[in-house]
C-alpha cells in the first residue's frame, strides 16, 4: 500500500469523519423494487453523529431493504445514500471498515466457539477493539470458549452485536437485533445500545417494538408502504397523533368551566359523569390544579393520559403495528 | 437473489499484512470445522486408507495377470484409491461447508467486513487441498512401505498428475455448491455424482478389465482421467497428455460454469 498503518487510519478517519455539520447518514428518495414488488418507494431521512435513529414500521413495510440499500448490500434502484460522506457502494471498502452490522437471521457455523469468531472478524479490522472488554460488556465473558450452537438465542443475538462493534465503527446499524429474546434480555440490549452511543457511535436502528423505539430512539423514522410517513422525536410524534393530552379529576367542589377554558393551555372541558375531563397541552396538570387550588377547589384522584407512539403508529398508518412477541420480519 | 449485488470477489482495502493475517484466520477456522465435523477426513482420507490396507491383506490381490502389463491387482488399486479420496474431498468436502454458509447467512455477514466472502471459498480450498494432498500421500507411502507397491517411475508427473485431478475434481465440487440450494442437495448430488465416477475410475472394474467402449468413456471421466495420469506415472513414466488435458478441461469448464452461477446469498 505504501502507507504506514497509523497514517491510513489517520486518512480514514479525515475522509470519513462526519464534520458536526455533516449527517453521519443521509438518505434521500430512496427507491427499491424487486420485479413488480415495490420494497421502497421513496425514503429520506438524515442521522445526526451520535443519534440513535429508530426505523419503525409493520412487517414488509420496507425497513430491512432501506437499511440493506445503505450498508451496500443491496443496489437501489434510485435516490441517493451517504455514510459519514461516503457512497455505500463505490465506497464499499471504506464503508465496510467504518460501519458495523447486525443482520437479521445471519447464523454461524455451530461447531465454533465464540471466542474462535471473534478473533476471526476481529482481524478482519485495522483498529479493532478488545476482545475480553467486548465480550465482558455483552455479558459474553464466561462464554468465550463455548461453541456457538450451545449458545442460547439471546446470546447469539449478543453475539451478533459483538461483531458488528468489533472493528470500532462510528456507525453500527442494527436489523431487529432485540427480536427473539425475553423482555430480560431485551431490556440488557437497551441498556447496551444506550451505552454504545455514549462512546460516540451512531445508531441506525431497526425495530419493530414500540416500546424500543420510545425508549432508546433520539428520533424515529415511521416507515409503511415503502414510504416514510412521520419523522420526529417519539414524544412530538405521539403529540402529534393524539393532539395534546388530557387529566381527569374530581373536583371536591363544584366550578364553573370557563374558569378552566379561560387558560392558554386548555383547549376543551368535557363532564362524563362525576368527573372533570380537560384537553390541552404545554403543562395542562400544573395550570389546571394551580387554577382550582386558586378558586378553593382541589382536584383529587388526578390521571393523565398521554398519548404514545403505538397511538401514533396507529393514526398515522392506519394499522397496529404487528404482534410484538413474534421473530417477523419485514 | 440475483438482486444481490454485493462483488464477492474485490479486493479488500486492508494493508497486505492484515490480509495475509485475516486470511489465515479463515483458514485456521476452516481448518477447526473441518477437523471437529471430519466427514471429509473419514471419506477422504480414512475410508481409501482402510481399503487399501484389506486389498493389501488379500491374498487374492498379489496376483499378476497377464491383461495388468507387470501390475499386480494391489498395485492398480493404489491409484484408484487416491482418486477416491480426490473426489470424496472435492466433490463433498469443498462444497458442503459452503453450501451450509450460504444457508446460514454466514457468506452475507462477511460481505458487509472489509474481508469479501470469496476468501471462504478460498480457505476452504486451502484446506480441502492440503488433506488431499496428505490423503495421496499417505496412501502412497502405506501402500509401498507396507505392500510392497513400486515407488513411481516419474514423481513429478504424479505430482502433477495429482494436481490437475484436484483442480478437475475442485472445480466441479465448487459447481454442486453453486447450484445446490440446500447442503441436503449438495450431499446427495455429491453422492449421485460419485459412485458413477468412481465406478468409471475403475473401483468396481479396474480399467485394465474394462471393454474398449467403457474404456473410451473412462478415458473422459475426470476420475477415470487422473486414475489413468496417476496410473502412468507409477508404471510407466510422465503421464501422456490426454488425461491431464482431459482433466485441466473439467478445471476450466468447471470452473467458469461454478463462477457463473455461485450465489453467495
Known amino acids: 500500500m505504501g502507507v504506514t498503518g497509523t497514517s491510513v487510519i489517520q486518512a480514514v478517519e479525515h475522509d470519513a469523519g462526519a464534520g458536526p455539520g455533516q449527517p453521519a447518514v443521509q438518505i434521500a428518495h430512496l427507491r427499491k423494487t424487486y420485479g413488480p414488488l415495490v420494497a421502497v418507494d421513496d425514503v429520506s431521512f438524515s442521522v445526526a453523529a451520535g443519534e440513535i435513529f429508530g426505523i419503525l414500521g409493520p412487517n414488509g413495510a420496507g425497513k430491512t431493504t432501506t437499511v440493506e440499500c445503505a450498508i451496500g448490500l443491496r443496489q437501489a434502484d434510485a435516490g441517493s445514500i451517504s455514510l459519514l460522506g461516503l457512497d455505500p457502494r463505490a465506497d464499499r471498502d471504506r464503508i465496510h471498515e467504518v460501519v458495523g452490522v447486525q443482520l437479521q437471521a445471519s447464523a454461524m457455523p455451530a461447531r465454533l466457539r465464540v471466542g474462535e469468531i471473534l478473533d476471526m472478524y476481529r482481524s478482519f479490522y485495522r483498529d479493532p477493539a478488545d476482545v475480553g472488554e467486548l465480550i465482558e460488556a455483552l455479558g459474553l465473558a464466561g462464554k468465550r470458549g463455548s461453541f456457538y450452537k450451545s449458545l442460547s438465542g439471546g446470546q447469539r443475538q449478543r453475539l451478533s452485536v459483538a461483531l458488528a462493534l468489533i472493528g470500532r465503527p462510528k456507525i453500527a446499524v442494527l436489523d431487529e437485533m432485540t427480536t427473539g429474546l425475553d423482555p430480560a434480555a431485551r431490556r440488557d440490549a437497551w441498556e447496551l445500545i444506550a451505552g454504545i452511543r455514549d462512546r460516540g457511535v451512531t445508531i441506525l436502528l431497526v425495530t419493530h417494538f414500540m416500546e424500543e423505539a420510545e425508549r432508546l430512539c433520539d428520533r424515529v423514522a415511521l416507515i409503511d408502504g415503502g414510504r416514510v410517513v412521520a419523522l420526529d422525536t417519539p414524544a412530538g410524534l405521539a403529540a402529534r397523533a393524539s393532539g395534546g393530552k388530557t387529566v381527569r379529576f374530581l373536583p371536591s367542589a363544584p366550578f364553573d368551566d370557563r374558569l378552566l377554558t379561560d387558560l392558554p393551555e386548555v383547549s376543551r372541558v368535557d363532564r362524563p359523569g362525576r368527573q372533570v375531563l380537560v384537553t390541552g397541552t404545554g403543562e395542562l396538570v400544573n395550570a389546571v390544579i394551580l387554577t382550582l387550588h386558586a378558586a378553593g377547589v382541589t382536584a383529587r384522584e388526578v390521571q393523565l393520559d398521554s398519548s404514545n407512539l403505538e397511538d401514533a403508529f396507529v393514526r398515522l398508518t392506519g394499522k397496529q403495528l404487528a404482534d410484538t412477541t413474534e421473530g417477523a420480519r419485514s | 437473489m440475483n438482486s444481490l449485488t454485493m462483488p464477492a470477489t474485490r479486493s479488500s482495502a486492508l494493508p497486505a499484512g492484515r490480509r495475509r493475517a485475516a486470511f489465515w484466520q479463515i483458514v485456521l477456522n476452516e481448518a477447526r470445522l473441518t477437523w471437529r465435523r471430519p466427514i471429509g477426513l473419514i471419506g477422504g482420507v480414512a475410508i481409501p486408507l482402510l481399503l487399501l490396507i ?212
Open chain 2, 54 to 265: 484389506i486389498f493389501g491383506l488379500l491374498p487374492a490381490f498379489k496376483q499378476v495377470p497377464a491383461s495388468f502389463g507387470g501390475q499386480s491387482i494391489f498395485d492398480a488399486y493404489v491409484p484408484i484409491l487416491a482418486a477416491f479420496g480426490l473426489a470424496m474431498l472435492g466433490m463433498l468436502g469443498l462444497p458442503l461447508p459452503l453450501v451450509s454458509y450460504r444457508e446460514l447467512g454466514v457468506l452475507r455477514r462477511l460481505s458487509t467486513t472489509p474481508v469479501p466472502p470469496s476468501w471462504v471459498l478460498a480457505a476452504q480450498a486451502v484446506v480441502q487441498a492440503f488433506i488431499a494432498v496428505a490423503s495421496v500421500v499417505v496412501i502412497f507411502v502405506v501402500a509401498m512401505a507396507a505392500f510392497g507397491a513400486p515407488a513411481p517411475k516419474s514423481p513429478a508427473g504424479l505430482l502433477l498428475s495429482v494436481a490437475v485431478s484436484m483442480a478437475g475434481l475442485f472445480a466441479i465440487g465448487l459447481l454442486i455448491a453453486a447450484v445446490a440450494k440446500t447442503s441436503t442437495a449438495a450431499n446427495v448430488i455429491g453422492r449421485l455424482a460419485f459412485f458413477p465416477l468412481m465406478f468409471f475410475a475403475g473401483l468396481w472394474l479396474p480399467r485394465a478389465l474394462m471393454p474398449a467402449l467403457l474404456l473410451d468413456i473412462s478415458n473422459y471421466t475426470p476420475l477415470g482421467a487422473a486414475v489413468q495420469a496417476m496410473q502412468s506415472s507409477m508404471q510407466t513414466g510422465f503421464p501422456p497428455t490426454a488425461p491431464l488435458l482431459v482433466l485441466a478441461a473439467y478445471a476450466i469448464v468447471f470452473g467458469f460454469l461454478a463462477r457463473r452461477f455461485f450465489a453467495w446469498e
